[in-house]
């Protein structure tokens, strides 16, 4: 009697356990067991029964809607026709998928989508038109900001794929701070037209991305990679425009290298507090690489920065507090050390903000003439307690 009571209560508890695994299995990095595969036409009606079966299951899977396919007229949920105005007012027309943001049920259960290869783009809070702004008690002066993103709601997404996406929308992957994996090739292949490549705030807070590389992208949106703490390394070898507070906050960049960059936007790297080297690469046989501009405290806070090389530009201009609060020794690699670099704002800061002591100019070639709108001879001028030596080099 005592052995059947021990059996009973023995089954009894790995029932318990296989139902604890069952209903909260251990979140692997990878192969994550379970794939919900769809085929077919994906509107609303089959967009919320894959949601339905999701939440029904109860499982961590992988969601793979590859060979969905679009149907017109499909207005939300699934794949939609969306349609975005670029710079100079034209409309283009794109295939996009809507996760459809405010729908919660089964989403936190996917950790790996695949999407649909049709999908062309990831939509996005376009015109402020899926954002909204709810106001609390006006006398405690309370505002929430709620982000209709792309991805709201898949708080465990580890990975998505999208073969033939070119263009991420604003506020795309906003708050995944689970996604670990991004593999979207063609962001930006199509030359989409549009503002950017990547949207505005398509990253922001995805603290557990390490690595991204987009191989196509020409534009990062503002915020785009914004609070990514344990990014390391990026690869843009495309990128021409970097937008405002990109890349601020990435506190685990330590090197970074932009191969076609001429337009860096305001704090686009500020407090980035790891980062020792950067390398602009743009060729000044082009057109674009003439001239690079660094947008204001684009280097702002980072206190470990030691080399800035941007040899190959013939022009390059720092707006002001570029190098504030970023240490006490800086090396900067430039073409000429003479008038093609003018400068006329308080690159290194202001007040307690500078904390440089020493700027080492390495340039391919000495100007004969000390005319002061160089950049060896502005600092000097501008912050004569700070010791600045230019020394010649090779290519």
């Known amino acids: ?11 009894a ?67 939609v026709e969306v349609t975005v105005e670029d710079l100079n007012g034209v409309e283009h027309t794109y ?3 809507d996760a459809f943001s405010p729908v919660r049920w089964g989403k ?58 070119t263009l991420i929308g604003n506020y795309a992957f906003l708050d995944c701070e689970n996604l670990k994996e991004v593999n979207i090739p ?5 030359g989409s037209g549009s503002n950017v490549d990547i949207g505005h705030f398509a990253f922001k807070g995805c603290t557990s991305l390490t690595t991204v590389t987009f191989n196509s992208a020409a534009v990062i949106g503002s915020y785009a990679f914004n609070e990514c703490v344990n990014l390391k390394t990026i690869n843009f070898p495309v990128a021409a425009a ?23 936007g305001s704090e686009a790297f500020k407090d980035c507090e790891k980062l020792k080297k950067v390398y602009f690469d743009a ?19 980072c206190g470990s920065l030691q080399l800035i090389d941007i040899r190959p530009a013939w022009k390059v201009f720092f707006c002001e507090n570029s190098f504030e609060n970023t240490g006490k020794t800086l090396d900067i690699y430039l073409l000429d050390s003479g008038s093609g670099h003018e400068q006329s704002q308080d690159i290194l800061g202001s007040g307690e903000n500078v904390t440089l002591e020493k700027i080492n100019i390495y340039a391919v070639n000495l100007s004969s003439i000390e005319d002061g709108s160089g950049i060896a001879s502005f600092i000097k001028s501008r912050y004569p307690d700070i010791e600045v030596n230019v020394v010649e080099i090779s290519m």
């Open 95 to 97: 295939i996009a998928f």
């Open 186 to 190: 063609r962001a930006g292949q199509m």
């Open 108 to 165: 936190d259960r996917v950790m790996s989508i695949i999407l649909p290869d049709e999908a062309q783009m990831i939509k996005q809070a376009q015109d402020d038109q899926d954002i909204f702004f709810n106001f609390g008690d006006e006398s405690e002066d309370e505002k929430e900001v709620i982000i209709w993103s792309a991805f709201r709601h898949f708080k465990n997404l580890r990975s998505v794929t999208a073969a033939n996406v």
């Open 242 to 264: 970097i937008m405002q507070n990109a890349f601020e906050g990435c506190k685990s960049l330590t090197e970074i290298r932009f191969e076609a960059a001429v337009e860096i």
């Open 1 to 11: 009697m005592k052995k059947f009571k021990f059996s009973l209560i023995f089954a």
């Open 13 to 79: 508890a790995l029932a318990i356990i296989a139902l604890v695994f069952i209903s909260c299995p251990p979140l692997e990095e990878d192969g994550f067991g379970f794939t919900f595969k769809y085929e077919g036409p994906l509107d609303m009606n089959m967009w919320f029964k894959i949601l339905d079966d999701i939440s029904s299951d109860g499982r961590y899977i992988t969601l793979d809607l590859k060979e969905c396919t679009y149907v017109p007229d499909n207005l939300f949920g699934g794949l």
């Open 283 to 301: 060729n000044p046989d082009s057109a674009s690489g003439i001239f690079i501009n660094f947008g204001d405290a684009s280097f702002s806070g």
